[in-house]
């Protein structure tokens, strides 16, 4: 175990590519580099919130002292470090928005295990860069709280995802407009320390192509496959790559389909090219099933980036990407099929991950009618998806009436079924009831295999907000709850959680309803 402070870090991304190492701050165009030095902002007073032990003892990092924590609050950089902010493009709600880069990220370097595995940490919140535009590149509170947290649920549920080591609070007041109304107030601020293997976006090489800088596309795309995908060899490892990418994308928005979560801001910027969660705004797991949720302020109007929409949202994006690298082909048939097999990829695992859900010992062609049926009455009755998958696990044999079915997924109902809904239920029932008699394995093993694919607790976003304001008022008690209640999310450890959303977080700003300053 290693400090933070005694770390000789690596610096292999910023010793590869050309990058802007004036650190001048002030926000600007900056062609022809990847990167661009950034120096953390000096904090009043950096407190530790929390600690993921866990991903502490993998990276073989000591718990901070004093010195850490002046690291993790910005307010000291080791000789060993070199900050930086990545320089990327993207196309933001469908338009091409041009140049973005780490507007409040800064990557301290690279960490290395003794088993040679290399992260990379980055502070998020601590102060302007070349990219913040008119940011001044701070958190708050509110917001890192609900990364800190969200990063690591995602991981305990099996989900690819950047992760986060440490939260902090700044002792800094930051001023924030909650939902760009013009009401802007002071909120506290505060650090997260997150870590991944890479955060590399579709958004690198876009801004990469729309600038012409070819060689450095090339450089990047070679150096990306080097690294990160050692296994492609041959002269046609780049299109490899690209299949590779495509299929961890479709593995990625099945995951997310699985367990609810919707990302809310889906731009290719906040697409992580090794196929993780990254960048956790105004997401939300859905509580009431709703194919045209979505959880973000700014999607309301089109609704984008709404749950049932991200699958398609990951295929547009991985459109933009082909186009990125496509000059780096001299026919582009081969890589527009590898584009056009998402479709294939993602159904065969979706069709695979909804027939664990529900218990089937396979997925069968004939199973599709079952499961689309399945979705359909979820639509309609608006019932809590996490609870309805709980209650079909342990739906009795004997379940035989309208009155029965009804009365065992009642807990999972927001507002009492109709006449109509209450049949469709039982007649999807019924078939489901059907399909699992013809099941090859025992009632034990498909039990089992939902439990281990649907989740008992999720992170919702009530409970996030309650957290927040708790410890705003220096109350921990909620927040220490759920920091370990994420971590066993298929068990039924937490049951004081395993609830339907409150009435009172209905329409509740924070819970309801988020902005992407969430």
């Not at 780096?328 to 979706?350: D, G, H, M, V």
């Not at 004939?366 to 009755?381: C, F, G, H, P, Y």
């Not at 009436?401 to 039982?426: D, G, I």
């Not at 489901?432 to 989740?455: C, D, F, G, H, V």
Request: with cysteine; charged share 20%; proline share 5%.
């Amino acid at each position: 175990m290693e400090n933070l402070s005694t770390k000789t870090f690596k610096n292999e991304f910023t010793d590869t590519f050309d990058g802007d190492e004036s650190g001048n701050f002030p926000p600007r165009q900056t062609p022809g580099v990847l990167y661009s030095k950034a120096i953390p902002t000096p904090v009043k007073n950096p407190e530790l919130i929390a600690w993921s032990a866990e991903l502490a003892e993998e990276l073989q990092v000591q718990k901070p002292d004093d010195k850490d924590l002046s690291i993790l609050g910005g307010n000291l950089i080791t000789p060993s470090m070199y900050p930086y902010a990545a320089c990327y493009a993207g196309h933001q709600f469908g338009n091409w928005a041009g140049q973005l880069g780490d507007g409040r990220a800064i990557t301290l370097g690279e960490w290395e295990t003794s088993n040679k595995t290399v992260y990379e940490l980055q502070l998020k919140g601590a102060g302007p860069t070349q990219y913040s535009r008119r940011g001044d590149g701070r958190a708050v509170l509110r917001s890192s709280v609900r990364e800190y947290l969200m990063s690591e649920a995602m991981f305990y549920l099996g989900i690819p995802t950047t992760r986060a080591l440490a939260l902090v609070s700044t002792g800094d007041q930051v001023m924030r407009d909650l939902f760009y109304d013009g009401n802007a107030a002071y909120e506290k601020g505060a650090i997260v320390m997150r870590t991944a293997p890479s955060f590399l976006r579709f958004g690198n090489f876009e801004m990469l192509a729309a600038r012409q800088e070819l060689p450095q596309l090339q450089k990047l795309t070679s150096w990306t496959i080097e690294k990160f995908f050692p296994h492609l060899t041959g002269e046609n490892k780049t299109l490899a790559w690209f299949e590779e990418v495509v299929e961890q994308t479709a593995s990625l928005m099945v995951e997310w389909i699985r367990v609810g979560f919707v990302h809310g801001v889906m731009n290719t910027d906040n697409m992580s090219i090794l196929g993780l969660t990254i960048d956790y705004g105004p997401f939300s797991f859905l509580d009431q099933y709703d194919l045209e949720f979505t959880p973000n302020t700014t999607d309301l109007p089109g609704r984008r980036y709404a749950y049932g929409r991200q699958p398609s949202i990951g295929y547009w994006n991985l459109g933009c990407l082909a186009s990125a690298i496509a000059p780096l082909f001299e026919e582009t048939e081969q890589l527009s099929a590898a584009l056009e097999n998402y479709k294939t990829i993602y159904f065969a695992k979706y069709h695979a991950m909804m027939a664990n859900k529900l218990g089937l010992d396979e997925f069968k062609p004939a199973d599709q009618e079952l499961i689309e049926r399945v979705e359909k009455t979820l639509n309609l009755l608006k019932a809590d998806m996490t609870i309805f998958y709980q209650l079909l696990i342990s739906l009795p044999a004997e379940t035989s009436t309208e009155e029965s079915v009804s009365a065992h997924f009642s807990p999972s109902f927001y507002e009492l079924p109709n006449k109509v809904t209450q049949q469709e239920l039982y007649q999807t029932i019924k078939s489901y009831q059907k399909r699992i008699s013809e099941n090859q394995i025992s009632t034990e093993a498909s039990q089992e295999l939902m439990r281990k694919t649907n989740p008992r607790f999720i992170l919702r976003n009530y409970l996030l907000l309650q957290a927040i304001q708790e410890l705003e008022k220096g109350d921990q008690t909620l927040f220490i709850k759920l920091q370990e209640a994420i971590k066993n999310p298929y068990a039924a450890t937490q049951e004081e959680f395993f609830k339907l959303r409150p009435e009172w977080a209905n329409d509740q700003p924070g819970s309801s309803t988020l902005s992407c300053s969430s």
